[in-house]
């Protein structure tokens, strides 16, 4: 097998044409480890713009600006943003604020890689839309995990921070401030929560205007939480005009259609099928003798996953509870998270590994999606992300790579222009099979690294990531 220009061996497979050439992100301005760089707005990722006046023309600077000033925002909200240490709009931002906040209100799908800045479109949106004189909940956003809904909730907290906003949660174990009625403008929480929240009457939705779904086409999944999403848009006042706004960075076709059809006339923005994932994130993978032997392997990394910071993605919690219980007890100091821990424990958690208390998360794909914690410089696919397929009866038949979550999970490295590592861990023939179809399908090669050559995978890996 031959050594490539950094040394590392090329994969056997052959990957698309071309794949690899797309121009890199450029790093951004604030709390970047390279602060020299300016910020995503360089990023040269193309979105195809999809106005739903069909008459619009998608390039006319109407529907871009170049800066926060143009969008016409109130001078309470650009401090917030400011005071964030966002100078210019990303990419995103760029394209889809114009549309989100025009009137009137238009109902938005939006694609856009991981770590490239959507949370602030949709809160900007959120706390444009809020009427402050107004005590009533008046914008609802819906996330799949608790720690996203979290997260989430901080940027509303700090772009909000120069209005007289006003916040409450929809997650399980954190009861409303007032239990009887909640009277916040902006409620952030999981889909059954919120339903819960509706169905109790605790949450009056007859002034909602804006209903955001974050990871939407986890929100929109039919095998997942499609069905609580849907129970909750149904509960929504259809007697006044409600802007629905869809954000994530993938939109699987099967979803995709759904997702019109619930924001029906939407403004699509959309990227191509060979630009899913970040150029900043390299994709190495590990050929392990066993299952086992991935275990030796992982701990033998362990140097390496604290350099920076590091999540470790297990299939199953079980796994992810014996490997960290197995690390612990052999001297390491790793977490682990899963949804089978209950709300406080979780929240401390992410919130210790978030602060940097923690340096290495061993986890399931409950943290796969939108978890932005800026030091995370590397993400290993202990199990690589699979899912059942049904067949014609429904029936789940085998198990396959679920691309989708593999490009959330190594994008939780790598985040707005930043430089980040992925390793999956293979072992056998089929777990190979299964990691090739992921470097097909993304069009991006996944380098060999010699399972006994970890100061290669050192040396590579500071300089990629200086
Ligand atoms: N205009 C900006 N200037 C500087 N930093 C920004 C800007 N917009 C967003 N960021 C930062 O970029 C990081 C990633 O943003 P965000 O979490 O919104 O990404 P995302 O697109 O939602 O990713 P994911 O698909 O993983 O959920 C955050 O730390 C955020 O603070």
Redesign the pocket.
């Known amino acids: 097998m031959e050594k490539d220009a950094d040394g590392f061996y090329s994969p056997a497979p052959a990957v698309a044409a071309g794949a690899s050439s797309a121009p890199e992100a450029a790093p ?4 970047s480890a390279n602060p020299d760089n300016t ?2 707005i360089k990023s040269t990722f193309d979105v195809a713009v999809t106005l739903a006046d069909q008459q619009a023309d998608p390039n006319s600077p109407l529907f871009s600006v170049q800066t926060f000033e143009e969008l016409g925002l109130h001078k309470d909200l650009l401090k917030g943003v400011y005071e ?7 990419k ?2 760029e394209r889809a604020l114009p549309l989100l906040l025009r009137d009137p209100p238009q109902n938005m799908i939006g694609q ?9 479109a949709f809160v900007l949106t959120m706390l444009s839309r809020v009427d402050f004189s107004l005590n009533k909940t008046q914008a609802l956003c819906l996330a799949p995990s608790r720690e996203l809904a979290r997260q989430i909730m901080s ?1 509303v907290v700090s772009m909000g921070k120069f209005t007289p906003i006003q916040t409450e949660y929809a997650i399980k174990d954190h009861l409303p401030r007032d239990a009887t009625k909640v009277t916040a403008h902006i409620v952030v929480g999981t889909p059954g929560t919120m339903f819960n929240l509706i169905r109790s009457r605790t949450l009056d939705t007859s002034e909602v205007k804006v209903f955001v779904l ?2 939407a086409d986890n929100m929109l999944d039919q095998d997942g939480l499609g069905e609580q999403t849907l129970k909750v848009k149904n509960a929504l006042p259809k007697s006044r005009p409600l802007q629905i706004v869809l ?3 993938t939109f699987p076709d099967h979803v995709r259609a759904f997702a019109s059809k619930f924001a029906p006339n939407a403004n699509k923005i959309e990227l191509k099928k060979n630009e899913l994932s970040v150029e900043g994130i390299r994709q190495f993978y590990m050929d392990c003798k066993s299952a086992e032997h991935k275990y030796e392997i992982l701990v033998s990394l362990y140097k390496l996953l604290t350099i920076g910071q590091s999540i470790i993605f297990c299939q199953h919690r079980s796994t992810a509870d014996r490997i960290s219980q197995r690390m612990v007890a052999e001297g390491h100091k790793v977490a682990s998270l899963h949804g089978a821990k209950d709300g406080s424990e979780r929240d401390a958690i992410i919130d210790n590994f978030r602060e940097g208390r923690e340096k290495v998360l061993i986890t399931t794909n409950v943290v796969a ?4 914690i ?1 030091q995370v410089n590397m993400v290993v696919n202990y199990d690589l992300p699979l899912m059942g397929e049904r067949d014609n009866y429904g029936n789940k038949s085998d198990m396959r790579p679920d691309i989708e979550t593999y490009i ?1 999970r190594i ?2 490295t790598g ?2 222009g930043r430089k980040g590592i992925s390793i999956n861990f293979v072992h056998d023939k089929k777990t190979w099979e299964q990691m090739h179809e992921i470097e097909e399908a993304l069009g991006k090669s996944i380098t060999r690294i010699e399972t006994d050559d970890l100061d290669t995978m050192e040396e590579q890996m500071k300089k990629h990531l200086k």
């Open positions: 951004e301005a604030s709390g910020d995503l964030m240490g966002f100078s210019k709009p990303s995103i931002q856009s890689q991981s770590g490239t800045g959507k949370t602030a940027v974050d990871e954000f994530s960075a999606r939108g978890i932005d800026l959330h994008g939780r985040r707005f």
